[in-house]
């Protein structure tokens, strides 16, 4: 199949388990953030986004946390399934820019059976 | 749910030919974006549109140009395709005018030969 990075970091978890998947974003400045979730071939899938006044949202088995001090924010997956392999990428809006946004190049998430 | 769609999944051009990439949005989306996307970094602005008949440069712009004459349509045009150009082109849209979610379409992998 098609790959959108041929060296990306990958997180290989058990099916079942709990995924944790992380984001350096670059801005402090930046005031919002999603994840994205990118399968083979395919164009990118909104999973979930967080504003800055937030440390933790929910949705369905997913969490995004963010860590303004360490401009840090990570995605977790609870009961992890084969779906879910795909690549997962975060984007921080661009403080410069109001329609900008900046791409971190993301990371494979490889579900094992 | 919001759809992008994009003209062609995948495109074969010689070096030299006028590249027409086509988008549409059917959720009466304000801004709409071209990206490309390349092994190993994270997705690069071409040129966005936040209005019909309005455009702005992105990071990227050489060598392309863009056409926004209806809402829900956004083209990129490559002049005179080069080698370098080879990509998977994304297209996106959005209806924030501040940071907001941004929906991908299924993306067009070119090959300028």
């Known amino acids: 199949g098609e790959s959108v990075g041929l060296h990306l970091p990958t997180l290989s978890v058990q099916e079942g388990d709990n995924s944790i998947i992380n984001c350096a974003y670059s801005n402090s400045a930046s005031d919002y953030f999603i994840w994205y979730k990118q399968e083979s071939g395919k164009g990118p899938q909104f999973i979930i986004d967080i504003r800055s006044n937030m440390d933790k949202r929910q949705g369905q088995r997913v969490t995004v946390l963010l860590n303004k001090t360490v401009k840090h924010l990570s995605l977790q997956i609870a009961a992890t399934q084969p779906g879910d392999s795909a690549v997962y990428f975060c984007a921080e809006n661009d403080p410069s820019g109001t329609y900008k946004y900046i791409f971190g190049t993301g990371t494979r998430l490889k579900v094992l059976a | 749910d919001v759809k992008v769609t994009q003209s062609s999944r995948y495109l074969v051009k010689r070096t030299g030919e006028k590249v027409f990439l086509e988008c549409v949005q059917d959720m009466d989306h304000e801004n709409m974006f071209w990206y490309r996307q390349d092994p190993g970094l994270g997705l690069r602005l071409i040129y966005f549109s936040y209005d019909v008949k309005m455009k702005e440069k992105g990071d990227i712009p050489e060598g392309y140009s863009v056409s926004r004459e209806k809402k829900e349509r956004f083209s990129l045009i490559l002049e005179s395709a080069s080698t370098n150009q080879t990509s998977m082109y994304l297209c996106?849209?959005?209806?924030?005018?501040?940071?907001?979610?941004?929906?991908f379409g299924p993306g067009t992998r070119l090959l300028v030969l």
């Open positions: 996106a849209s959005s209806f924030s005018a501040g940071p907001g979610t941004q929906y």
